[in-house]
Each structure stands twice: as structure tokens, then as C-alpha cells.
């Protein structure tokens, strides 16, 4: 019984209490230094992505503000203007530290809006399948269970050979490939709240299957589903890339990350590395960031491992 | 399935713009249309396809003139190999790594081989290539980048892997396939280990006195092998999945880079005839898992039947 009241009252998250949940959480989230770093790296990434244009050189997609005079310098070099272009330019004198920036913001703004709208759908079936059962249930899960038998990649392949390159389509692409996997996490721990007594409390104070559904079950389904969508972002930016990089994702006019790759790489073997190279390294550090939060987020929301 | 796939693949895009040159004749232009059918109306299309798929004929490439299915055909011996080879370093690098990390779980270097192996998920296999470029190609010189090298021919089918010159051409790309499942290889061995070093048979053995090799060996690797094996099968149409990654990168001349091409260049019939294929492939290999699991492992089906 105890048990059952203080998950009550870690979802409702009263502020008066000292040791509240929320501090709880704090302390041991900063357990892990590794873990610490990584979220101050991805903070920082979304500050760049965000605030990238008040600090670059130039809009690298402007081509008034391109100087072809500085094209192809390597990192460090300094331009005919003075200055310094710290991951060197491209054929047509990008400064390559902003085409990172401007890649950054297109590539986590895809996989941000996919991932929100993914969510949203995934937990809508998953909690209405783990509510509801029976027909309802077997009926999404089999749907779910047909998608997820597939390969991200291959699923993404077919969508995008289908519908043709452009962002909105890539995001729709992420948003197929990804909802299952919420729905199918968000089912599994529906399927066990719902045997327990609060939910029977509320069903007997004849409230709305919506009610009960959005206002009691969701919160206590809801640690796996934060896990769960911090590595989503990850990896929708990685099959962004992939997909940008084999040249059915995004378009030329919208280069994120794994189209910078792309394009430099017809230059990597006649030296110019740089170009393939530095929004490499940017791609890299943002899904280990990523993923690294994700990992002690799951470390530290796991009931089992609280005990 | 087969309708969306085509009349998806048909708003993509006119091949006509593509493959024909704009300053060609008028004649010449009308010629062509008419000659791939393209004037027809659309469900005269989709009715022609599908009567000549079900007899076997998925049409002719546009830009071969081929079958699309014999097209893809000699694609795919270059994909098997790959995939094969790629299938064999994960499996003869992974099992001995997962046993080392179940064995000695809770030492330093179960930790490394556990990072090593979370590095090859969340990393993008694109990205990974590149680098193996750059190291070993560009900055080391010591193995080749692109193509398939020399090939000889057994039974009429090419093949790299009994040259020295293709060996060596197919080990970077080998490589960065090998990685997700060597990575999926590792986790599933050490857990199977960890899980059954608890188990009574290990105790009864070691109260035997049998020594600690001959217990990994012979009595816990028999039986971790179970699920092993079968998701060595799922992996096996993932790789064909992955390779289209793969072969982008070092320019492997196999199914997956004629898809990518296709897609480039429009070529409907064999984006269709491959869609098809793939996705058959996947479902004839889930099937055959599903059915060698619950035959291989009785508890599978004791859990289905108590539900």
C-alpha cells in the first residue's frame, strides 16, 4: 500500500515536501560526472543551434556574404578580410564553422519536430492499446509489431524513394519509423499500471475513460517514454545523416550535418578533409551527448535501480 | 502493398527528364514515351504491372533495358558476399568478446568491450566508413577505398573473396557492416552468460569439479547459442538493409548502391522490383525465425500458451 501511495505522490510532485522528487532526481542525476558533461555538451549544442546566427561569420547560405577569394583554405587560414576561419572553407568560400552551425540547427530541428509529433502519436496508441486490451490492443500492437519488423533504414528508404526529397518529407519518414517504438514502450507499462488499485479508484469515481486514461495513467507511464525519447533524438539525427548522406533526404537548399559530409566527401581524397571531416566530429558529439544523458536519465528513472 | 509502392513511385517524378536528352527531337521524345509505356494512363500501368509481377517480369530498367529483377540479380552476389563476410567477422569477433564481458562482468574490461559495443549502435555506419577511409585508406594507404577489386568466377557468379586484390577490397567495407551486429552479438552473449553462470546446471558442474573453460565451453555456450543463432538470422536481412549504407560509401558495386542510383536516377522499375524483393526477403526471414525459435527454444512456446 505504501508503495502505491508514494507513486501517487511522486507524479503529482507536491512543492511543499523538502526532499522533493524533483531534487531527488538532481542529486542523482549529477551522480555520474560523465553523465554531467555530456548534458552541459548537449545544452551547449542547442544554445549553438539556436543562437548560431548571432555569432557566425556569415549566413553560409547567403551568397552575397560568400567571398570566393577565401574557397578551399584549410582550417586556421585567415581570409582576404582578416578573418580567421577556424574549420577552414569550402569550394565556394562557406566559412565551414558556420555551414556546422546552420547544419546543427537543420539537423536537430528535424529530428526535435519528429521526435515531439512521434510521441505524441506513439503514446496515444501505445496508452489507449495498454488501457483498453483485447481488440484495441491487438489490433494497434499488430501494426506496431509489423513496422518494427523492418529496419529503420529500410523503412525510411522506401518512404523517401516514394515521396521524393524535402524536409517535410524526411520528417514525416522519422515520424513512421519512430512512433512504434513509443507505442510499444508506453503499452508495456500501461498494461501493468493499469492492474493497480489507483486506476480502479478512479474508474470507481466514474470518471472518463479520457480522464483516467491522460490524467492518472499517462504520468506513471511516463519515465520509460522520457529514456525512451532522449535516444530517439539521437538516432533520428543519425538517420537523418544517413539518409541526407546517401542523397534522398533533405534537399541541397536545407544542408544539415549529414549532407555537409555528403558534399565534402567528393573532396576528401583530394586532401581537403576538412570538409567531411569537422561536421563529422559535430554529428559525433551530438549523439554521444545525446545518448549519454539518455543512458543515466534511464539509470536514474528506473524504479528497480532506485531500491 | 505493391499499389502503394507504385503509385508512389510514379508521383516522384518524370523519368523522361532524366534519361532523355531536352535538345533530342520531339519524334525522338514521343518515341521514347511511347516505347516505356509512359503515355498510358495510370491504372493501365498498374494493371500491366501486376499481371507481368505475378508471372515473374517487374519490367524493364529504363536505364539498363533489362529486366529490373535480372538487373538487381547481378547485383546481388556482390551484396551476399559482403553481407557474408560482414556476418562472419561480427559473429567470430563478437561471441569470444560477449563471453569475455559475461565472464568477467564485473572487471575494467567488460566495461571497455560494453562501451565498444554501445559505440557501434549509436553511431551512424556512414560516418564510421568515412573514418575507416580516412585512417586506413588516406592517412595509412593500406587498404583500397572503393570497388570490388579483381573477381573471379565460380559457377558463373563473380566473386572477391578468392583474390588476394578483392580480399583486400572487401575488408574495410566487410568491417563497417560487421559492426551494429558484432555490437548486437556482444550484448546478447554477455547477457546469456551472466544470466546462466546463476543457473543450477553451472553449480552441479562446478561441484563436479569440471574446470571454469570447460564450463563456458561446453555446458553455458551450448545453450546461449540458442538465441544467439536466431538473431543471427534477423541480422541477416538487417546487414542486407545496412549494406545500402555501406555500399554508398566505398562504392560497392551491389543491390544496395543500384537502389540508391535508381532512386537518383529514377529508374521505377527497378526501385519496384527491389522494394518487392526486400521487403519479401524480410518477411520469408521473419517467418523462417519465428518458426526455428519456438522449435529451438520450448519455452517460447510455454509462455505463449499460458497467455
Known amino acids: 500500500m505504501n508503495e502505491i501511495v508514494d507513486g501517487g505522490r511522486r507524479a503529482g510532485a507536491p512543492a511543499a515536501d523538502r526532499d522533493t522528487p524533483f531534487r531527488r532526481f538532481v542529486a542523482d542525476f549529477t551522480a555520474s560526472r560523465i553523465a554531467v558533461a555530456a548534458l552541459v555538451t548537449f545544452v551547449t549544442i542547442i544554445l549553438v543551434a539556436l543562437l548560431g546566427p548571432l555569432f557566425t561569420l556569415q549566413n553560409p547560405y547567403d551568397l552575397a556574404q560568400l567571398n570566393l577569394w577565401d574557397s578551399g583554405l584549410p582550417p586556421g587560414a585567415t581570409g582576404t578580410d582578416g578573418q580567421v576561419y577556424l574549420l577552414g572553407t569550402d569550394d565556394q568560400g562557406r566559412d565551414m564553422v558556420s555551414a556546422v552551425v546552420y547544419g546543427l540547427r537543420i539537423s536537430l530541428g528535424v529530428a526535435i519536430s519528429s521526435g515531439v509529433i512521434a510521441v505524441i502519436i506513439g503514446t496515444t496508441a501505445g496508452i489507449v492499446a495498454g488501457y483498453f486490451g483485447g481488440r484495441v490492443d491487438t489490433l494497434i500492437m499488430r501494426v506496431v509489431d509489423m513496422q518494427l519488423a523492418f529496419p529503420a533504414v529500410l523503412v525510411a528508404l522506401i518512404l523517401l524513394a516514394v515521396l521524393g526529397r524535402g524536409v517535410d518529407k524526411i520528417i514525416f519518414a522519422l515520424i513512421t519509423v519512430q512512433w512504434a517504438y513509443y507505442a510499444r514502450t508506453v503499452r508495456s507499462s500501461a498494461v501493468v499500471e493499469r492492474r493497480k488499485d489507483y486506476i480502479a479508484a478512479a474508474r470507481c469515481l466514474s470518471l472518463g475513460a479520457g480522464r483516467v486514461i491522460f490524467h492518472h495513467l499517462l504520468p506513471n507511464c511516463i519515465a520509460p517514454l522520457i529514456v525512451l525519447a532522449t535516444i530517439e533524438v539521437a538516432s533520428a539525427v543519425a538517420l537523418e545523416a544517413t539518409l541526407s548522406f546517401l542523397g534522398v533526404g533533405l534537399p541541397v537548399t536545407e544542408p544539415s550535418l549529414g549532407l555537409l559530409i555528403s558534399n565534402g566527401y567528393q573532396y576528401m581524397l583530394s586532401g581537403r578533409y576538412w570538409l567531411s571531416f569537422y561536421p563529422g566530429v559535430a554529428l559525433l558529439i551530438t549523439i554521444v551527448s545525446i545518448n549519454l544523458v539518455g543512458d543515466q536519465l534511464r539509470d536514474v528513472l528506473n524504479p528497480r535501480l532506485q531500491e | 502493398m505493391s499499389l502503394v509502392v507504385f503509385v508512389g513511385v510514379y508521383a516522384i517524378g518524370n523519368p523522361i527528364t532524366v534519361l532523355i536528352d531536352p535538345r533530342a527531337p520531339q519524334e525522338a521524345i514521343q518515341r521514347a514515351i511511347?516505347?516505356?509505356?509512359?503515355?498510358?494512363?495510370?491504372?493501365?500501368?498498374?494493371?500491366?504491372?501486376?499481371?507481368?509481377?505475378?508471372?515473374?517480369?517487374?519490367?524493364?530498367?529504363?536505364?539498363?533495358?533489362?529486366?529490373?529483377?535480372?538487373?538487381?540479380?547481378?547485383?546481388?552476389?556482390?551484396?551476399?558476399?559482403?553481407?557474408?563476410?560482414?556476418?562472419?567477422?561480427?559473429?567470430?569477433?563478437?561471441?569470444?568478446?560477449?563471453?569475455?564481458?559475461?565472464?568477467?562482468?564485473?572487471?575494467?574490461?567488460?566495461?571497455?568491450?560494453?562501451?565498444?559495443?554501445?559505440?557501434?549502435?549509436?553511431?551512424?555506419?556512414?560516418?564510421?566508413?568515412?573514418?575507416?577511409?580516412?585512417?586506413?585508406?588516406?592517412?595509412?594507404?593500406?587498404?583500397?577505398?572503393?570497388?570490388?577489386?579483381?573477381?573471379?568466377?565460380?559457377?558463373?557468379?563473380?566473386?572477391?573473396?578468392?583474390?588476394?586484390?578483392?580480399?583486400?577490397?572487401?575488408?574495410?567495407?566487410?568491417?563497417?557492416?560487421?559492426?551494429?551486429?558484432?555490437?548486437?552479438?556482444?550484448?546478447?552473449?554477455?547477457?546469456?552468460?551472466?544470466?546462466?553462470?546463476?543457473?543450477?546446471?553451472?553449480?552441479?558442474?562446478?561441484?563436479?569439479?569440471?574446470?571454469?573453460?570447460?564450463?563456458?565451453?561446453?555446458?553455458?555456450?551450448?545453450?546461449?547459442?540458442?538465441?544467439?543463432?536466431?538473431?543471427?538470422?534477423?541480422?541477416?536481412?538487417?546487414?542486407?538493409?545496412?549494406?545500402?549504407?555501406?555500399?554508398?560509401?566505398?562504392?560497392?558495386?551491389?543491390?544496395?548502391?543500384?537502389?540508391?542510383?535508381?532512386?537518383?536516377?529514377?529508374?521505377?522499375?527497378?526501385?519496384?522490383?527491389?522494394?518487392?524483393?526486400?521487403?519479401?526477403?524480410?518477411?520469408?526471414?521473419?517467418?523462417?525465425?519465428?518458426?526455428?525459435?519456438?522449435?529451438?527454444?520450448?519455452?517460447?512456446?510455454?509462455?505463449?500458451?499460458?497467455?
Open chain 2, 34 to 307: 511511347h516505347d516505356l509505356g509512359l503515355d498510358r494512363p495510370l491504372y493501365e500501368q498498374y494493371f500491366f504491372f501486376l499481371k507481368n509481377a505475378l508471372a515473374g517480369h517487374l519490367g524493364n530498367s529504363f536505364v539498363f533495358n533489362e529486366p529490373a529483377l535480372w538487373v538487381i540479380m547481378q547485383r546481388f552476389p556482390a551484396t551476399l558476399e559482403l553481407t557474408l563476410t560482414a556476418m562472419v567477422i561480427a559473429s567470430v569477433t563478437g561471441l569470444p568478446l560477449g563471453l569475455i564481458a559475461g565472464y568477467w562482468s564485473d572487471k575494467p574490461v567488460s566495461r571497455v568491450i560494453m562501451t565498444g559495443s554501445i559505440l557501434g549502435f549509436i553511431l551512424p555506419s556512414f560516418w564510421v566508413g568515412l573514418m575507416l577511409i580516412i585512417v586506413f585508406s588516406i592517412e595509412l594507404g593500406y587498404l583500397p577505398a572503393t570497388g570490388r577489386g579483381a573477381t573471379v568466377a565460380i559457377f558463373g557468379v563473380e566473386t572477391s573473396l578468392l583474390t588476394l586484390d578483392g580480399l583486400r577490397h572487401i575488408l574495410l567495407p566487410a568491417i563497417n557492416l560487421s559492426l551494429f551486429p558484432m555490437a548486437l552479438i556482444i550484448r546478447l552473449t554477455r547477457a546469456g552468460v551472466r544470466e546462466h553462470l546463476q543457473l543450477d546446471y553451472v553449480k552441479y558442474a562446478r561441484a563436479k569439479g569440471l574446470t571454469n573453460r570447460r564450463i563456458l565451453f561446453t555446458h553455458v555456450l551450448k545453450n546461449i547459442m540458442i538465441p544467439v543463432i536466431t538473431v543471427m538470422g534477423l541480422l541477416f536481412g538487417l546487414i542486407i538493409a545496412f549494406a545500402v549504407v555501406t555500399e554508398s560509401v566505398f562504392a560497392w558495386p551491389g543491390m544496395g548502391k543500384l537502389i540508391i542510383d535508381s532512386i537518383t536516377l529514377l529508374d521505377r522499375p527497378v526501385i519496384v522490383a527491389y522494394l518487392l524483393l526486400t521487403v519479401g526477403l524480410f518477411i520469408v526471414i521473419n517467418l523462417v525465425v519465428d518458426i526455428l525459435y519456438s522449435i529451438l527454444d520450448p519455452r517460447v512456446r510455454l509462455s505463449e500458451e499460458t497467455r
